[in-house]
């Protein structure tokens, strides 16, 4: 019997639904002829009833199948009738247009995450709930409402660009003004509009390897050709910069030298000076996306590029989510003012702006006596966790993983030394109860994982290698 295939690129509900609607127009199933249950049908595809749920949704939305309760799912006896009534191919729409769906790894991760709640999580890339400030955050909720709720200035909430110039200032050594602060729904938004706004399709630029950049379609989306820069321990290397330039005309180089996700790797400081003399030499913007500096575990967050930049070569992305809640989906940019006002017309575009009222709340903890406490705990916390990483690594896998251990961030890269097929491993490691990202995604060779330390439970950490190590093992038999 046919099974669908769990490692291609298609979800597995629609290669289901592909199937059913294929036997359906052969005439395996005539109209009006019942169709499996959806707990039958998952047990002979080897599938959760969950999938075919969505299968069967899928194949409702075509008119192609039908279902009444009492009676089961029946073949749709109107769409092959002698005036057919024709539904919309949503399928087809859905697999068209210009902005590409997330890769397979991505989005299995991220079903299998919502199928079953009990998986310990070195996936996410964010805080859990136990190092985000909920008690300040809920007590300045209840305070931060304002009269207005309307459509607010399209670069942002004036008063939290007041309060980032003194932030930056403070914490990063960043000075700039607020007409140079555009507010975003956090880093992926500052990357989207860059790539929709400053670059055009077949432009070439230049991103890390392994870089989060690459588990991100949008770059593709957008049209622009990509050139991989390899990190090694130090981070990107300028003479690799140069080269590429030379070779490909490179129009923008994208960085996350600090803490980098996801080898956590901190850019040298001789490279930084090198590459921002590079840049002025050759008028190359460079985007630095620096969300996970102030995570630094010994209190002294390495200067970020832009702290460096004395002619405006780098545009600079940071976040809340990193530091204090992913929720309330607050970020911003710092870039010359022609360039925040086309991005802030682009915006305005999509959505008229953000909320009025999550921008308010960041604007009052970042200038609240909550604010260095919480970075404080914060630092404590990651390392402990981090250290519960490390050391449930060394007792369960001490021969079959290498790595380094971060000064910083959320994340820890692994190479597994024996040779493993990512989606196998990936696929076992979900049946043992633990989910992890293959490093692959991150444009890497196969046989590197990201393990992200900050979202599952102090108590969950050693557990959750254990279960690892296991998928691992007997993978390799």
Not at 370 to 379: K, M
Request: aromatic share 10%; proline share 7%; charged share 20%.
């Amino acid at each position: 019997m046919w099974k669908p295939d769990r490692y291609g690129a298609q979800p597995l509900y629609q290669q289901i639904a592909d199937d059913l609607e294929q036997r359906i127009a052969y005439g395996e199933f005539p109209p009006g002829s019942p169709l499996p249950s959806e707990r039958r049908l998952a047990e002979q595809l080897g599938v959760n009833r969950s999938t075919i749920v969505q299968a069967y949704a899928e194949l409702r939305s075509l008119g192609i199948i039908e279902s009444r309760s009492g009676s089961g799912t029946r073949v749709s006896r109107h769409k092959w009738g002698a005036t057919p009534r024709h539904t919309p191919n949503w399928h087809r729409y859905a697999e068209g247009g210009s902005f590409l769906p997330n890769l397979p790894f991505l989005r299995r991760i991220r079903e299998a995450l919502q199928q079953d709640k009990s998986l310990i999580d070195f996936a996410s890339g964010e805080l859990g709930a136990d190092l985000s400030p909920v008690k300040q955050i809920n007590t300045l909720f209840d305070s931060s409402y304002t009269e207005y709720l309307g459509y607010d200035n399209p670069q942002g909430f004036a008063p939290l660009r007041e309060t980032l110039v003194t932030y930056l200032s403070q914490y990063r050594h960043i000075h700039t003004t607020e007409s140079s602060i555009l507010i975003t729904s956090g880093s992926q938004q500052s990357l989207y509009l860059i790539t929709q706004c400053l670059l055009a399709p077949g432009d070439a630029v230049a991103i890390e390897d392994p870089s989060y950049c690459y588990s991100l379609p949008m770059f593709q989306s957008a049209g622009l050709r990509l050139f991989r820069l390899p990190v090694d321990r130090s981070g990107a290397r300028p003479e690799d910069v140069y080269s590429l330039y030379k070779k490909h005309r490179i129009k923008m180089v994208f960085l996350n030298p600090n803490y980098q996700n996801p080898t956590g790797t901190v850019l040298d400081e001789a490279r930084r000076k090198k590459l921002l003399d590079l840049a002025s030499e050759l008028g190359l913007p460079i985007v630095e996306d620096d969300p996970f500096s102030l995570t630094a575990y010994d209190g002294s967050p390495p200067r970020p590029l832009k702290s460096m930049d004395s002619i405006g070569s780098v545009l600079y992305i940071g976040s809340f989510s990193k530091i204090a809640a992913s929720g309330l989906r607050v970020g911003w940019m710092v870039a010359p003012n022609s360039v925040v006002e086309r991005l802030a017309d682009a915006r305005q575009q999509m959505d008229f702006g953000l909320s009025v009222v999550p921008q308010q709340v960041a604007a009052q903890f970042l200038k609240s006596d909550y604010f260095q406490p919480h970075l404080s705990e914060l630092r404590m916390r990651l390392l402990y966790k981090r250290d519960l990483l490390v050391q449930a690594l060394q007792k369960h896998l001490p021969d079959m993983l290498s790595f380094s251990i971060p000064s910083g961030g959320l994340h820890l890269w692994c190479k597994i030394k024996p040779e493993v097929n990512d989606g196998k491993l990936l696929e076992e490691a979900i049946r043992q109860g633990v989910i992890f990202v293959p490093g692959s995604v991150y444009g890497s060779n196969s046989g590197c994982v990201r393990f992200t330390f900050a979202r599952p439970q102090a108590e969950q950490i050693e557990l959750g290698i254990a279960k690892f190590a296991a998928s691992l093992r007997t993978l390799l038999g």
